[in-house]
């Protein structure tokens, strides 16, 4: 059985950076892609970046472009999302989703599992 955890969300300033992670257990396939979505109060969930866990496929929303990193430590069998220069809307909840034997996708129906989510609050 596939688990993902999030860690790392908390409470940053406008104009600060942050570093989600998610770690994956459970996966039998060397191949998997995790997905990062996010999804604000009162908005729906929206895509932010993916990769596969060979590092060789990184997707990312235009939202992320120029300000996020994502990256994989295949060791540690998980995936960071570098957050840099957060704005007021990169408030969330801040989730990890996965697939075995995929790609990354900005669709979440490409996704057969998932985190339970982290908070990412951005406030002065």
């Known amino acids: 059985q596939v688990r993902l955890v999030e860690s790392g969300g908390g409470l940053v300033q406008p104009g600060d950076s942050l570093t989600v992670s998610c770690t994956a257990s459970g996966f039998t396939s060397y191949y998997y892609a995790i997905g990062w979505f996010r999804q604000a109060p009162g908005k729906k969930r929206e895509w932010v970046a993916g990769?596969?866990?060979?590092?060789?496929?990184?997707l990312y929303a235009d939202s992320a472009k120029d300000r996020f990193i994502i990256s994989i430590d295949r060791a540690k069998n998980t995936v960071s999302l570098q957050m840099d220069t957060l704005k007021s809307e990169g408030a969330a909840v801040y989730f990890c989703e996965g697939n075995e034997g995929g790609w990354p996708s900005p669709s979440e129906g490409e996704y057969d599992c998932w985190g339970r989510g982290h908070q990412v609050t951005v406030s002065s």
């Open positions: 990769i596969r866990s060979s590092g060789d496929s990184i």
